[in-house]
């Protein structure tokens, strides 16, 4: 069971990868920005939120991928960097993935 003081440094994990999705962070990273073990740290967020860190960030970063697109006229080639891909098209193979919608045709179907 969790003790409330292991929830607050989970939350803290997840805010960490929240405010800054394009950040590669490694899970030793974020164990000692929470003071925990990276084992404790992997098994806690997992329990918590329902999918492991790395997921999670994948999750992060198109969600504000899929924002970008709809609110911006960023190219996507900017909004795959913005995010922390390295090549676009490994932004528009997780978003179609993700999504079901290449990200052009995503923003395309936007009214």
């Known amino acids: 069971m969790a003790t409330k003081y292991d929830i607050e440094c989970l939350q803290k994990a997840r805010q960490l990868i929240h405010k800054n999705p394009a950040r590669h962070y490694t899970i030793p990273e974020i164990a000692k920005h929470v003071a925990f073990s ?11 939120f329902g999918m492991g ?26 909004i795959s960097r ?17 999504f079901g919608k ?7 179907a936007q009214p």
């Open 38 to 48: 990276s084992s404790k740290l992997k098994k806690g967020f997992k329990k918590l």
């Open 53 to 78: 860190l790395y997921k999670y960030l994948q999750y992060e970063r198109l969600e504000k991928g899929k924002y970008l697109l709809e609110n911006t006229e960023k190219t996507l080639k900017e």
């Open 82 to 98: 913005t995010l922390g891909y390295k090549y676009e098209n490994n932004f528009s193979t997780s978003f179609k993935k993700k």
């Open 102 to 108: 290449s990200p052009g045709a995503w923003r395309n």
